[in-house]
């Protein structure tokens, strides 16, 4: 089973890290197995999403179990406060050492940036904040007009519902396009693999 912890901080757009977690929970094979264990990780307990959604994360950082897929949503919270959070941004590289792949949603690709991590790699984010994720981080290469960039052990998103499509993305990647047409078709969520 691949475990897969989903970051959570205060002002964290919902669907950013309410739609991978969505997708990786209902993910099974051929006999109905799960494929995936998801849990959520943050920095304190009790965390208030955009909108003022109350959500309690599973696990602090410092007690965290084995991460092979680290997902980073973005939101208000990424892009305005996490961004400057020293100690977070210090967790991320570290759990870049031991993950398989660190994938960000949305403004998630800041967190990300701001550690280092996406230096001359080409990524991408939402589309509102390409030109100011361009200025301040002129070693990223961005992209736009694209749902997803894969760059092996780091995966960018663009906005909100891209964060869906990159992780039937990676089922697809890991499992096969059939497991991935079934997880979509679970959620009735139309995509093209």
Known sequence: ?????????????????????????????????KLFNVFTIAEKRQIYARNGLEVNAKYLLDNIPNIDILVIPGGHGA???????????????????????????????????????????????????????????????????????????????AGISSGIHTSLYLVAKMFGRGIALKTAKRMEFDTVL
């Open 1 to 33: 089973m691949i475990d897969v912890g989903i970051l959570l901080f205060d002002e964290v757009e919902v669907l950013d890290f309410a739609g991978p977690f969505e997708v990786f929970s209902i993910t099974t094979n051929e006999k109905e197995q």
């Open 79 to 157: 892009e305005m406060i996490e961004l400057y959070n020293t100690k977070l941004l210090q967790w991320v590289k570290e759990q870049y050492k031991t993950t398989k792949i660190i994938f960000s949603v949305c403004t998630g690709a800041f967190i990300l940036a701001e550690a280092g991590l996406l230096d001359r790699l080409n990524a991408t984010t939402h589309w509102m904040d390409m030109e100011r994720l361009a200025k301040d981080y002129p070693k990223v290469h961005v992209i736009k007009n694209v749902r997803y960039v894969d760059e092996n052990k780091i995966i960018t998103s």
